[in-house]
Nanobody, 126 residues
Framework: VQLQASGGGLAQAGDSLRLSCAAS????????MGWFRQAAGKEREFVAA????????YYGDSVKGRFSISRDNAKHTVYLQMDMLKPDDTAIYHC????????????????????WGQGTLVTVSS
């Protein structure tokens, strides 16, 4: 199974971007799908996650209130809507997925996700 992330690019502070993560098989088969990001010289950071039915979403503290995750199981795609972008949002964004249910306390742990996409670069200038 492959996850293909797209939608990254160059933006200015305050702009919006929408990332997409297309799965090679139905996203309904994935219990949890998420986004992580890694800035240059920093560790990978949890951004957002969404459960299978889409009724439960989770966000990292640094993006809460600005980013929104959603999924369209019919299109096998998960989206990350990023609003009010800041220079600190500059990073490579990776989508990830888990077939297994992840308990709430572990939803932000990258070790719980066993399938990863290649990443898309987002650069935000001030």
């Amino acid at each position: 199974v492959q996850l293909q992330a797209s939608g990254g690019g160059l933006a200015q502070a305050g702009d919006s971007l929408r990332l997409s993560c297309a799965a090679s098989e139905g996203t309904f088969s994935w219990s949890v799908m998420g986004w992580f990001r890694q800035a240059a010289g920093k560790e990978r950071e949890f951004v957002a996650a969404i459960r299978r039915t889409g009724d439960s979403t989770y966000y990292g503290d640094s993006v809460k209130g600005r980013f929104s995750i959603s999924r369209d199981n019919a299109k096998h795609t998960v989206y990350l809507q990023m609003d009010m972008l800041k220079p600190d949002d500059t990073a490579i964004y990776h989508c990830a997925a888990s077939r297994n249910r992840i308990i709430l306390s572990a939803i932000r742990s990258q070790e719980m996700y066993n399938n990863w996409g290649q990443g898309t670069l987002v650069t935000v200038s001030s």
